[in-house]
């Protein structure tokens, strides 16, 4: 079947604009995860919804950055006034579901890579 | 400290070799995940465990809950194994929802 997908999968755009990215998770999927990797820095978590809810948004780097689900399928994250540190991979991941103490496998879409000029 | 620590951030080795590449971590967790990142970029999760061992063809996972640390091993190692491995943890007792990474191994193995 079809894995996560995101779109674009390159976009350059200029400071100050905003730009936003889509992720569509594996069908079934209720856990739906954003992360970002950075230019010679690791992974980092940014957010995570089950459902269309996010419990928890202190992840995001600014209030620059926000995301949302719809239907429990797609979700997009929106990055406002762009600056030249937003640059970087952002990667998707889903998961069949999530609970408090329990991990599920997560699947990673292929990413959008980000460029702030 | 980063909550996730991994060594050594970077190995060459010669196709055939034995590969450990390890991961410690310093709070509780629920599970830890190791992953895969091909050139190019795009990540495959191979294994995730909360305890005792997995193996998957010449891969094999390991875990000690009492000593915060996992192996990853690749036996009969190829040149396509060569990647970054990155090893990953769901922190347990409140911690962040999502995965909390190290830092990443990039393996070379040479022909």
């Known amino acids: 079947g079809a894995g996560v997908s995101q779109s674009p999968s390159n976009k350059v755009t200029e400071k100050g604009k905003d730009v936003e990215l889509r992720c569509d998770p594996i069908?079934?999927?209720?856990?739906l995860y954003w992360y970002r990797q950075s230019l010679g820095q690791g992974l980092e978590f940014l957010i995570y919804f089950q459902g269309n809810s996010a419990p928890d948004k202190s992840g995001l780097p600014s209030d620059r950055f926000s995301a949302e689900r719809t239907g429990g399928s797609v979700s997009t994250l929106t990055i406002q006034r762009t600056q030249q540190e937003d640059s970087a991979v952002y990667l998707c991941?889903?998961?069949?579901?999530?609970?408090?103490?329990?991990?599920?496998?997560?699947?990673f879409g292929p990413g959008t890579r980000l460029t702030v000029t | 400290k980063n909550e996730v620590e991994q060594s050594p951030q970077n190995l060459t080795a010669q196709e055939g070799e034995f590969i450990t590449i390890n991961c410690s971590y310093s709070v509780g967790i629920s599970a830890l995940h190791w992953l895969q990142q091909h050139p190019g970029g795009g990540i495959v999760s191979l294994f995730m465990?909360?305890?005792g061992k997995k193996k998957h063809g010449r891969l094999i996972a390991t875990i000690n809950i009492q000593e915060k640390h996992s192996s990853l091993h690749i036996t009969a190692s190829h040149p396509r194994d060569s990647a970054v491995y990155i090893c990953a943890a769901l922190l347990s007792g409140g911690g962040a929802d999502g995965l909390t990474f190290g830092k990443g191994t990039h393996l070379i193995i040479q022909p």
């Open positions: 465990l909360s305890s």
């Open positions: 991941a889903s998961s069949i579901r999530r609970t408090r103490n329990t991990s599920y496998e997560q699947y």
């Open positions: 069908s079934g999927h209720t856990a």
